[in-house]
């Protein structure tokens, strides 16, 4: 039986994930510079991951368990601003340190550094080594008898990087069920639309040849979301949760268009956006 | 007189399965060479904390990173072309910029590959490691100094790089051996000229002094296993007593111990540094010591060399 979430459950994730947006794009802007269309198309997907399923320590080492975490590795690093907006709403962090993102001496590096902030499982930005980072992991934890689970993060245009196949083949020969990667679906890349520049055609029917579970998700409705990965947590093989996304979702202007890909908002933009997020 | 030698990648498998016994965050990588790399030593005694990718060089890599991000201490091998070069990327994005305890002992380094040919002898391995942040780079020359040097590895926290020869090497150093990874070792003094080298030429280096001191040149010899931190002091002090320098390496002159030294020297104490190695080219089939000798690696080619800069 399949745990249902509540109304009020999903009301209190919605204003959440509008917060996370409207955080998401001033941080951008601030900086004058980021990735607002990737990290707006995932905001939705880490908002439940990080607040109904993540087991986490956001005191970090000091918690006697903090090995039995579960661990989140973002593959898309491009979507960081989408990560530290999440991990401040946990308490990892002030909010107020949002405000450095991206600028010199910042934890908050354009792409997620673990040197920098020791909160950040693994330092990623070069797509294609999440997923592989995370087989590392998922046999390590089974090696310790860990029951952690290991959540990792990846872009549709991504899946391009042949070293993601090979990861994908590592965790159905090992059996690592203790994975749950998600594709972020939003079928744009920086040069235009994920078919038109390298067609990846059915995702789902390729986790499928490799072996995996695979479940496919509208990744801006909760309650497919909350059900997806809670189907997750006993599947017998490696699971990838394909989330159908907007790339810019929740702005107006930004959603769908490639160009939001890597631009930060100037000042009227951003306004409007806000004012879109209300 | 034929000397014995050793198969320093036995060394290399029995001293992981020894480090194995005794540590068991210790874990071993391959990617479908493990009879090659001879890491199956250890994957026979510990199957449960040995992996075999396959031929995935960049998911060994990344994997190892995971495996040390909860704590393990991996051991990745394959060959030096292809740890280096094929996952070079992950390596210098996610094994060294996060700063992972990952030791990548790649075998097969140089032209001593020999009849595989150019596509797989690295010969820029050193080059393509030591540029990397975070990274040491070790190049052992004999059956002591492998086993030292590995478990070093072991016992040191952060991304070390080993290049283990593919040829048996003639023991150099004894049982009183220490390998200090911070020093270089003056292996016998000289006042003419000072010979710097470490890996698997430092046993024609040392063939070729004797032939050096028959023609009344007496040449100090340096080893430097360690290439990265490189120990300067050494390298001065060398150069200060001698004023002439000449490296010797199995690998390309470009980017690898004799641009180290050049490096160190220009701007410390400029002296005139002949670096012999591969030049800017690909290498090609034949035996290994076919290879040393067409490259002018061997103790005979080194000494006529020697003896050309000298006059």
Known sequence: MINQISESDIKELETISKKLRREVLIMIHNANSGHPGGSLSSIDILNVLFNKFLKKYPEGKKNPDYNKRDRFILSKGHASAALYAVMAHCGYFREEELLTFRKLGSRLQGHPSSVKMEEIEVSTGSLGQGLSIGCGVALGLRLDGLKSKVYVFMGDGETEEGSVWEAVMNAAHNKLNNIIAFVDRNRL?????????????????????????????????????????????????????????????????????????????????????????? | MERVCKSVRSVYGNTLAELGKANKNI????????????????????????????????????????????????????????????????????ICYSNLNVKIAATHGGITVGEDGASHQALEDISLMRSIPNMTVIVPADSTETKQAIEYAASHYGPVYIRIARTSL?????????????????????????????????????????MLEDKGINAEVVNIPVVKPLDKDTVIASAKKTKRVVTVENHSIIGGLGSAVCEVLSENYPVKVTRIGTND????????????????LTSNKLADKIIGILK
């Not at chain 1, 907007?246 to 107006?252: A, D, F, M, P, Q």
């Not at chain 2, 080219?281 to 002018?296: P, V």
């Open chain 2, 27 to 94: 874990v071993v990588l391959d990617a479908d060479l493990s009879c090659s790399t001879q890491t199956k030593i250890f994957a026979k005694e510990f199957p449960e904390r040995f992996f075999n990718v396959g031929i995935a060089e960049q998911d060994l890599m990344t994997t190892a990173a995971g495996l040390a991000c909860t704590g393990k201490i991996p051991f990745v091998s394959t060959f030096a072309m292809f740890a280096s070069g094929r996952a070079w990327e992950q390596i210098r994005n996610t």
């Open chain 2, 281 to 296: 080219e690909f290498g090609q089939s034949g035996s290994a010591k076919e290879l040393m000798e067409f490259y002018g």
């Open chain 1, 189 to 278: 890349q920086i040069d235009g639309s994920t078919e038109s520049v390298k067609s990846i055609g059915n995702i789902k029917l390729k986790f499928e040849a490799f072996g995996w579970n695979t479940i496919e998700i509208d990744g801006h409705n909760f309650k497919e979301i909350y059900k997806a990965i809670e189907s997750a947590q006993n599947s017998e093989k490696p699971t990838v949760i394909i989330a159908d996304t907007i790339k810019g979702k929740g702005v107006s202007f930004m959603e769908n268009n490639p160009n939001w890909h890597g631009k930060a908002p100037n000042k009227e933009e951003l306004e409007q956006a806000l004012e879109e997020l209300k």
């Open chain 2, 170 to 210: 003639p023991d150099i150093f004894d049982a009183s051996y220490k390998f200090t990874p911070s020093k270089a070792t003056v292996i016998k003094e000289g006042k003419d000229i000072s010979i710097l080298t470490n890996g698997e030429t430092l046993i024609e280096v040392l063939d070729c002094v004797k």
